[in-house]
């Protein structure tokens, strides 16, 4: 009992190689190939389980991962593909406006894809759960980039998302059939305070709201008098509707390049070749892997 008593106790050891880090799901993909190890079992893994050897080398075929498997976003990203599926809050402008700089650095060269499907800053109650100013962010983030930004609606934007989609690149501003738009003006939820603190607030709101018709007549190309008479009160579009509008320009086609294709058969055969010279050491993956 006296030796698991010590400070130098086996339990104290192991307990010591027991963190945040070593536990992770990232740390297990890279050192067991995709699969939790047990005591006594990491040499003879591959007898349990025929997922593992597919698991090792991940694309390369060979050897042990070098990182874990990226997430949908990222993989996304590798297309120029960003995505916009929740109401404007200020983790949501964090990601986008990263992704954005991100792809500009890339390659200015190549568009940047955004596609919408999102409320805005309210909910269905037309309560106020996001932030005008999360939006303004957004949308001078798309007039900063040297890319182009090629918006599609892809279920509903509605408020400051309706006005990222018009302000896509013109003659690349789509809408899938039965996609919804809506343009209606900003508000703030119903509060109490001093006098002052109100007075700030509606200064604040008149603010958004001018900032708000200018960013749409920019992408509309209607006047700011005329915007602002159209949706005094919440103005609904349908696809059609929209592109009358000037919103957008199309509805969205299977025939148009949502991104840059690329030839996996190619990738396939590379990645054949390189697996049967590859030897006894690992060597770099083949272009078009990332």
Known sequence: M????????????????????????????????????????????SKYSMSVSMYRGGARGYGRPRAAPPDLPSLLLDARICFLGMPIVPAVTELLVAQFMWLDYDNPSKPIYLYINSPGT??????????????????????YCK???????????????GMLLSLGAKGYRALQPNASTKLY????????????????????LDANTDYYIELLSKGIGKSKEEISKDIQRPKYFQAQEAIAYGIADKIIDSRDAAFEKRNYDEMLAQSRAMRRGAGAGPQAAPSGFR
Not at 126 to 141: C, F, H, L, P, R
Not at 147 to 161: D, E, I, L, P
Not at 187 to 203: E, F, L, P, Q, T
């Open 147 to 161: 890319s182009k930004v090629y918006t599609v609606n892809c279920g509903m934007a509605y408020g400051q998302a």
């Open 185 to 204: 003006l900003p508000k703030v939820n119903r509060s109490s305070g001093a006098a002052i603190d109100m007075w700030i607030k509606a200064k604040e």
């Open 122 to 143: 309210q909910n269905e109650k037309m309560e106020t759960v996001g932030s005008e100013t999360e939006a303004y962010a957004i949308a001078d983030t798309i007039a």
């Open 2 to 45: 006296d030796m698991f008593m010590t400070e130098d106790s086996p339990i104290a050891r192991q307990s010591q190689k027991v963190t945040e880090e070593t536990i992770s799901s990232a740390r297990n993909y890279i050192d067991n190939g995709g699969m939790w190890s047990q005591s006594g079992m990491k040499d003879e893994v």
